[in-house]
């Protein structure tokens, strides 16, 4: 038996203060890159300097024809959006759990989202879409969570079968894959954020990837209006005349968040190589304590590693709540071990519950949902505890402190009952 809990007195497993995960790592060719660009440019009207760097360099990563970069993943997903030209009423169906900002845009469009539950892995359930969908339903929005893939070949079946546009919110799974094919080129479009902790990282800013020309046009003229659209939709292309205005918005990325993110995207590779190193470590070594059961991975699979989930059983441990527990690691010193905060159940926010406050006009046939009508969205959510994952050989160590502080916390449950 492990010393006495820190939170009952004893000393703390992990000794040295946190935050033990900073996001992105910043080294001197970062800030010298990023401190060139201030003397480059620091506004990129057109598709020129670092933002044309950042898009080409995009597409041979994705390999894909297209990527168009915006002030945020939440700017990106309403501009991938417009692609699939909803009109009001139009449904969206969307995954029951994920970052409210995959599906909130769709509330400017008049458009309905439906929220879909779960499955085991985290993800979207492609055996209860089918139920979901009516003669309004448009497209299918998928989330790769904390960066593990979802069922891409079922979901695109599905959205094959049903003409419905496919789309991926892939903002915390940069560079993650299905047998070998990226994530965020499945469908007609994806949308990442290049938001702070995102596995990359511009601090702000996201992107559009398509291959799709018209999505293409459509996603430029959404968010880029005057110089861009005038110098990348061809004259003759019915948007051609929108150009100067494009859909009254600009939606642009910062050139040193551009910076930022082009210097990170060189590094990307090596990041995630080096997180599957550790979440190895972590995965076999979690699942073996009682009260943590590790989120299984598929085969052929790889993942950002943008969190290592637990699903947290207080069955195994005499019914401690999962906040006592948490709370008990976070007096462990283990302070990177997280709870979801707002990254919960849709139905659960007031925008999905009453949008019509916000959004007078909003279509009537809106559901509210109640409370257990997403009994595995729900379930994972109440029952999460999350891992930000190191990448670096000499964060190792840190990850052995964080499974002890987890095993001596299991091991003095009944302490905490
Ligand atoms: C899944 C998901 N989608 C979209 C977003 C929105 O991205 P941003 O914060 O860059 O607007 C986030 C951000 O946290 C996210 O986690």
Redesign the pocket.
């Known amino acids: 038996m492990t010393s006495t809990l820190a939170l009952l007195g004893g000393d703390p497993e992990v000794a040295v203060a946190g935050p033990h995960f900073e996001w992105p790592p910043i080294d001197d060719t970062t800030r010298a890159r990023v401190a060139a660009q201030l003397d480059a440019a620091v506004s990129i009207p057109g598709r020129s300097g670092i933002v044309a760097e950042l898009e080409d360099g995009l597409q041979a990563y994705f390999g894909v024809r297209h990527a168009i970069t915006t002030s945020?993943?939440?700017?990106?997903?309403h501009a991938l959006y417009s692609a699939a030209r909803l009109r009001a009423g139009d449904e969206v169906i969307v995954p029951a759990w994920?970052?409210h900002?995959?599906a909130s845009p769709l509330f400017h469009f008049r458009a309905v989202p439906v929220p879909c539950d779960i499955g085991p892995d985290g993800n979207i359930d492609p055996a209860r879409v089918e139920e979901l969908i009516t003669p309004r339903t448009r497209a299918l929005m998928v989330?790769h969570?904390w960066g593990r893939p979802a069922d891409m070949a079922g979901l695109a079946a599905i959205a094959k079968a049903h003409e419905l546009a496919l789309l991926e919110?892939g903002?915390?799974a940069h560079g993650a894959s299905i047998h070998g094919q990226k994530v965020g080129t499945f469908g007609l479009g994806s949308?990442f954020?290049?938001?702070g902790p995102?596995p990359l990282s511009g601090g702000?800013?996201?992107f559009v990837l398509t291959d799709d020309d018209d999505t293409y046009y459509r996603v430029l003229t959404f968010a880029h209006y005057n110089k861009r659209c005038k110098s990348e939709i061809p004259q003759g292309h019915p948007f051609a005349p929108y150009a100067v205005t494009g859909s009254g918005l600009k939606l642009r990325i910062h050139p040193l968040a551009a910076a930022l993110a082009f210097d990170q995207l060189g590094r990307l590779d090596g990041y995630l190589l080096g997180r599957a190193e550790i979440a190895r470590y972590l995965t076999e070594r979690l699942a073996r304590i009682p009260g943590l059961e590790v989120t299984p991975m598929p085969d052929g699979v790889i993942t950002s590693w943008y969190g290592l989930t637990l699903t947290y059983r207080p069955e195994e441990l005499g019914g401690l709540s999962v906040d006592r527990f948490h709370q008990a690691l976070t007096a462990e010193g283990a302070t990177e071990f997280d709870r979801p905060g707002s990254?919960r159940p849709l139905h659960e926010l007031p925008l999905y519950q009453h949008p019509d406050l916000l959004f007078p006009g909003h279509p009537q046939h809106h559901r509210q949902y109640p409370g257990g009508f997403f009994p595995v969205a729900e379930h994972a959510y109440q029952h999460t505890i999350k891992l930000p994952v190191w990448h670096r050989e000499q964060d190792l160590a840190l990850a052995e402190q964080y499974v002890r502080a987890a095993v001596k916390v299991s091991d003095h449950h009944k302490e905490l009952l």
Do not use: I
């Open positions: 945020s993943g939440t700017a990106a997903l994920t970052f900002a995959t989330t969570l919110d903002s915390h949308a954020s290049l938001n995102k702000e800013g996201g990254t």
